[in-house]
């Protein structure tokens, strides 16, 4: 599977599927997005995850099985900021799970579901989603091939309030999961 990781929480796969676009704007730091695929899906409906309209959707089919698995974008079952959708995306035999706005450690059902994932997608700012700390906690309770941090500050991009990716890589190391980490 080739990921291509377009910044923020925005990936795109095997050049057919774009997961959380952001519009334009939405990200500070990070330049305007324009990209391609055949099908676009979005985690949930704030503007730094759900720019459809900069994907151009072109022909053909796309071969990703996707399972949407509900969840809630805090702590708090969504009240405070709505519903979150973890994509659970599979082809080939590989399996890849974006947790999109993730802002709970997951329970039982919703973790067998991302289980044992070739690549896992996972939010590590924190403030707006689970932080370092909880992730940690997921990548060992889901135990991924491969993780995958997303939606943290840059020197570049990002919001303020997001920690970088320093603090997970910090509990990554000392949880032993650190050579399972791709920063891209």
């Given at each position: 599977?080739?990921?291509?990781?377009?910044?923020h929480?925005?990936?795109?796969?095997?050049?057919?599927?774009?997961?959380d676009?952001?519009?334009?704007?939405?990200?500070?730091?990070?330049?305007?997005?324009?990209?391609?695929?055949?099908?676009v899906?979005?985690?949930?409906e704030?503007?730094?995850?759900?720019?459809?309209?900069?994907?151009?959707?072109?022909?053909?089919?796309?071969?990703?099985?996707?399972?949407?698995?509900?969840?809630?974008?805090?702590d708090?079952?969504?009240?405070?900021?709505?519903?979150n959708?973890?994509?659970?995306?599979?082809?080939?035999g590989e399996k890849l799970?974006?947790?999109?706005?993730?802002?709970h450690?997951?329970?039982e059902?919703?973790?067998?579901?991302?289980?044992?994932?070739d690549?896992l997608?996972?939010?590590?700012?924190?403030?707006?989603?689970?932080?370092?700390?909880?992730a940690?906690?997921?990548?060992?309770?889901?135990?991924?091939?491969?993780i995958?941090?997303?939606?943290?500050?840059?020197?570049i991009?990002?919001y303020?309030?997001?920690?970088?990716?320093?603090?997970?890589?910090?509990?990554?190391?000392?949880?032993?999961?650190?050579?399972?980490?791709?920063?891209?």
């Open positions: 599977m080739k990921i291509e990781y377009l910044g929480a925005c990936f795109r796969l095997d050049d057919q599927l774009v997961i676009p952001y519009k334009d704007g939405s990200v500070s730091g990070l330049e305007n997005l324009r990209t391609s695929a055949v099908k899906i979005c985690t949930h704030h503007a730094d995850h759900s720019g459809r309209e900069c994907v151009e959707i072109t022909s053909g089919e796309c071969e990703f099985e996707i399972e949407e698995v509900p969840s809630f974008h805090d708090q079952e969504g009240a405070l900021r709505g519903p959708t973890i994509f659970v995306v599979a082809k080939d799970v974006h947790l999109g706005d993730l802002g450690f997951p329970n059902e919703q973790l067998k579901k991302i289980a044992d994932a690549y997608l996972i939010p590590v700012g924190g403030y707006y989603t689970i932080d370092a700390e909880i940690a906690k997921i990548c060992e309770a889901a135990n991924p091939k491969i995958i941090p997303m939606h943290y500050r840059t020197s991009s990002g303020p309030e997001l920690a970088t990716v320093d603090e997970f890589m910090k509990l990554a190391k000392e949880k032993g999961i650190a050579e399972k980490v791709k920063v891209l």
